[in-house]
């Protein structure tokens, strides 16, 4: 199994500009969630999803999307971009309709709003 | 807000000593657990713990949780190189279907 994946590993934005972080997992998990962590800081819940067509917000939602029409992929929208969105944005997915186990974490995606 | 609370905050100590790290949460929880993050790098699950248990050990990890005053400890014996990163506690709220991150704790090895 390749896990949860994420591209692209790196990216530059200007603002105003939109793009879509791509997550995806081969392990058939139900729980899917994105967060980002600025530095220094823990990790930030953004969204999450119980299951595909789920989706719900986390503490920290604005200024992003996302859907879950599979299992598998969960796609992070930046609508338009802003310095603030400047991070970097983590994928996790768990077997259990919920946080309740162990989440895996894909590497990361590090983004760059200029 | 943050969840978890970590203490401290940045810890420093040489190989083969012992490192201790501290989480304090606010609301009640079904389970926390520990992750390493390694600088760069996603964050890798170390130790489950759940609300009923006290205490859990995983090779070199001991992990204890007290429900009354809302904490956590992570020990790591006979630390290593190796075992230089940042170490997160979280936490799964009860009611909720969200895991709450802590700030960290950055443990550094010195050789």
């Known amino acids: 199994n390749a896990g949860v994946t994420q591209t692209p590993k790196f990216q530059v934005l200007k603002t105003g500009q939109s793009m879509t972080l791509q997550c995806a997992q081969d392990m058939n998990h139900e729980y899917m969630s994105w967060y980002r962590q600025d530095p220094g800081m823990g990790l930030r819940l953004i969204h999450y999803s119980v299951g595909a067509g789920i989706t719900d917000q986390g503490e920290v939602p604005n200024g992003y999307n996302v859907s879950r029409s599979t299992t598998e992929d969960f796609p992070l929208r930046l609508l338009s971009a802003a310095p603030s969105q400047t991070s970097v944005y983590f994928c996790?997915?768990?077997?259990?309709?919920?946080?309740?186990?162990?989440?895996?974490f894909g590497p990361g995606t590090r983004l760059l709003v200029l | 807000s943050q969840q978890g609370e970590e203490d401290p905050q940045a810890l420093s100590i040489q190989e083969g000593e012992n490192a201790t790290m501290n989480c304090s949460y606010k609301t009640s929880i079904n389970n926390l657990q520990w992750y390493r993050q390694n600088s760069g790098r996603g964050l890798v699950h170390l130790i489950l713990i759940r609300s009923n248990e006290r205490e859990k050990h995983s090779g070199r990890l001991r992990v204890t949780l007290d429900t009354s005053k809302k904490s956590s400890s992570l020990l790591i014996t006979a630390s290593r190189a190796a075992d230089t990163a940042s170490y997160f506690c979280a936490t799964s709220i009860q009611g909720a279907q969200k895991l709450v991150f802590g700030q960290g704790t950055r443990l550094t090895i010195n050789p």
């Open positions: 996790a997915s768990s077997r259990r309709t919920g946080p309740q186990e162990t989440q895996y």
